[in-house]
T-cell receptor, first 113, second 112 residues
Framework: DAGVIQSPRHEVTEMGQEVTLRCKPI?????LFWYRQTMMRGLELLIY????????DSGMPEDRFSAKMPNASFSTLKIQPSEPRDSAVYFC???????????FGPGTRLTVL | ELKVEQNPLFLSMQEGKNYTIYCNYS?????LYWYRQDPGKSLESLFV?????AVKQEGRLMASLDTKARLSTLHITAAVHDLSATYFC????????????FGKGTHLIIQP
């Protein structure tokens, strides 16, 4: 299995620009999670989906952040407009319901100048 | 709100020594996870502990769970340099596939 796939792996953008991060979960997994990792705040859950439906988005920091999962094999996390404080590593993870082990993708390192 | 606390946050030790990382969580959780992260890399699952008294071992690492004390431990036996990494514990407050709340991580350095 290819594991969780994220793209791009690195993104450098300027403040005010729109950023879209992409994630392909492991085939057969029906739960998908977006996390953010920073030195100051550690690992934080942003949002998660079960069967393509958003369940809990209470971790999304502001209205500038939005996430979608149009089908079982694809999800996006969008930041519009981006700000320097959004600089972080964004991880996507997936799992099957019930067992709970979450498999993490390689992450996207976002730098907002 | 579920809170997860790890200690120590930083640990420098010599090869061959034993040590324990502690993980406390604030509310009932039906499972406890341990992950490893190498610098610049993603998170790798080490253990999932599902019930009170659960103990799992892999090589020089052993994890245990005490749900009554809301405490999990990760014990390192006869440490080797390759175990240098950051170790995270995490818990979830719901059943099934639920988002994880992570501790701040323990940065472990093992010196020859």
């Amino acid at each position: 299995d290819a594991g969780v796939i994220q793209s791009p792996r690195h993104e450098v953008t300027e403040m005010g620009q729109e950023v879209t991060l992409r994630c392909k979960p492991i085939s057969g997994h029906n739960s998908l999670f977006w996390y953010r990792q920073t030195m100051m705040r550690g690992l934080e859950l942003l949002i998660y989906f079960n069967n393509n439906v958003p369940i809990d988005d209470s971790g999304m920091p502001e209205d500038r952040f939005s996430a979608k999962m149009p089908n079982a094999s694809f999800s996006t996390l969008k930041i519009q407009p981006s700000e320097p404080r959004d600089s972080a590593v964004y991880f996507c993870a997936s799992t099957t319901s019930g067992f709970g082990v979450q498999y993490f993708g390689p992450g996207t390192r976002l730098t907002v100048l | 709100e579920l809170k997860v606390e790890q200690n120590p946050l930083f640990l420098s030790m010599q090869e061959g020594k034993n040590y324990t990382i502690y993980c406390n969580y604030s509310t009932t959780s039906d499972r406890l996870y341990w992950y490893r992260q190498d610098p610049g890399k993603s998170l790798e699952s080490l253990f999932v502990l599902l019930s009170n008294g659960a103990v799992k071992q892999e090589g020089r690492l052993m994890a245990s769970l005490d749900t009554k004390a809301r405490l999990s431990t990760l014990h390192i036996t006869a440490a080797v340099h390759d175990l240098s990494a950051t170790y995270f514990c995490a818990a979830n407050s719901g059943g099934g596939a639920d988002g994880l709340t992570f501790g701040k991580g323990t940065h472990l350095i093992i010196q020859p």
